[in-house]
């Protein structure tokens, strides 16, 4: 089993920025890919975003592109996510996954047996 522990939501004000972290411990970080999820009040989880397990491939939920960015430092067994010009809409509990891949990345919340506990961001108009 791996564990999986966010940190770094808060509250910002519109445009403003953010960086998540889930740090893992349990097992080999290397071994996963790693993605990050969200869930609004009243909404499904959605896709965010995905690395495989060196770093050099991700990708991103369309309502994020070209505003989040997702990166791991596997030294520190760690994944970050960075989020700027965020928006009311980007307010959501966000939840670090890891998925046992030996290869890829994953962007349906099935391929990732392992979960965190989420973090709060909250945006405020």
């Known amino acids: 089993q791996v564990q999986l522990v966010e940190s770094g939501g808060g509250l910002v004000q519109a445009g403003g920025s953010l960086r998540l972290s889930c740090a893992a411990s349990?097992?080999?970080?290397?071994?996963?890919?790693m993605g990050w999820f969200r869930q609004a009040p009243g909404k499904e989880r959605d896709f965010v975003a995905a690395?495989?397990?060196?770093?050099?491939?991700?990708y991103y939920g369309d309502s994020v592109k070209g505003r989040f960015t997702i990166s791991r430092d596997n030294a520190v067994s760690t994944v970050f996510l960075q989020m700027n010009s965020l928006q009311p809409d980007d307010t959501a509990v966000y939840y670090c996954?890891?998925?046992?891949?030996?290869?890829?990345?994953?962007?349906?919340?099935?391929?990732?047996?392992?979960w965190g506990q989420g973090t709060q961001v909250t945006v405020s108009s």
């Open positions: 349990g097992r080999t970080f290397s071994g996963y890919a």
């Open positions: 690395i495989n397990w060196n770093g050099y491939s991700t």
């Open positions: 996954a890891a998925a046992d891949l030996r290869r890829g990345l994953a962007i349906r919340s099935s391929e990732y047996g392992y």
